[in-house]
């Protein structure tokens, strides 16, 4: 059973930072690449950031310079650091890992930014 636990999302003001976590079990963690997305109200869901195994990353062009992932190998954590939030951030956020041929998604943690 695939399962993603996900913390530290809540209403932020523009300008302000926060901390996604999302932990998963070892085996998942050591062997896959995961990711970040987020759903905003009335739109899809797109991708925000991803981080391979051997800490390659990817971004969104929109979050670029202001969001960092990474990685705890300790503690089977994958983070998202936000930075310089803006209002059109606001979404549901949620941790990815595709474990062919199934996507496995969190429960979502909503980040209002909002003053």
């Known amino acids: 059973q695939v399962q993603l636990v996900e913390s530290g999302g809540g209403l932020v003001q523009p300008g302000g930072s926060l901390r996604l976590s999302c932990a998963a079990s070892?085996?998942?963690?050591?062997?896959?690449?995961m990711g970040w997305y987020r759903q905003a109200p009335g739109k899809q869901r797109e991708l925000v950031a991803t981080s391979t195994v051997g800490d390659r990353t990817n971004y969104a062009d929109s979050v670029k310079g202001r969001f960092t992932v990474s990685r705890d190998n300790a503690k089977n954590t994958m983070y998202l650091q936000m930075n310089s939030l803006k209002p059109e951030d606001t979404a549901v956020y949620y941790c990815?890992?595709?474990?062919?041929?199934?996507?496995?998604w969190g429960q979502g943690t909503q980040v209002p930014v909002s003053s």
């Open positions: 070892r085996t998942i963690f050591s062997t896959y690449a």
């Open positions: 990815n890992v595709h474990i062919p041929p199934f996507n496995y």
